[in-house]
């Protein structure tokens, strides 16, 4: 043989050995702290409460001063808006040991397009919104591009996404 040829031919062996130790070691680990948290992130930085098996989401948006709480309907990743096509829908809020009903109404958007019969975009009002910051809730039924949620019990702030 050459000394070329043997050269290139000692060149590949030592290459194949170290690509092969390179791989010899600690086997690798799944992370200390478990699977990746499959996370969403509100727009508004409002409360997000999860519709069916993540199908929709409601983004919840207290606004104290004025005593109103918005509720964005958004897609299973909360990155798109949805209308929703719902004329209105209740929530039964349990506030100081007492039940009181929040009714959301649609709101039209002339900027963005939306009509109240066509909206992403939903809001309720009460006295007691300016001065409660927390309650349990259930939303009765809400409809959203023809598919109905009910019974849909969520926290304020914190919400219902498990995720």
């Not at 409460?49 to 109103?68: M, S």
């Not at 109404?105 to 963005?112: G, I, Q, R, S, W």
Request: proline share 5%.
């Amino acid at each position: 043989m050459k000394t070329h040829s043997k050269f290139f031919i000692l060149i590949a062996l030592a290459a194949g050995l170290a690509l092969g130790w390179g791989g010899c070691g600690k086997a690798q680990r799944p992370s200390e702290a478990g699977a990746h948290k499959h996370e969403h992130h509100p727009p508004h930085g409002g409360t997000p409460v999860v519709l069916g098996d993540e199908a929709y989401h409601l983004e919840l948006v207290r606004d104290a001063e004025a005593g109103t709480l918005s509720a964005y309907v958004l897609d299973g990743e909360m990155e798109e808006f949805i209308r929703a096509g719902s004329p209105a829908f209740e929530v039964a809020a349990k506030v100081g040991g007492t039940e009181q009903t929040l009714v959301f109404k649609p709101v039209a958007n002339a900027a963005t397009g939306e009509t109240v019969t066509d909206t992403a975009l939903y809001e309720a009002s009460a006295p007691w919104l300016k001065t409660t910051g927390g309650f349990d809730a259930v939303i009765k039924s809400v409809a959203v591009r023809g598919t109905v949620f009910e019974n849909v019990a969520f926290n304020f702030p914190k919400g219902n996404d498990k995720d």
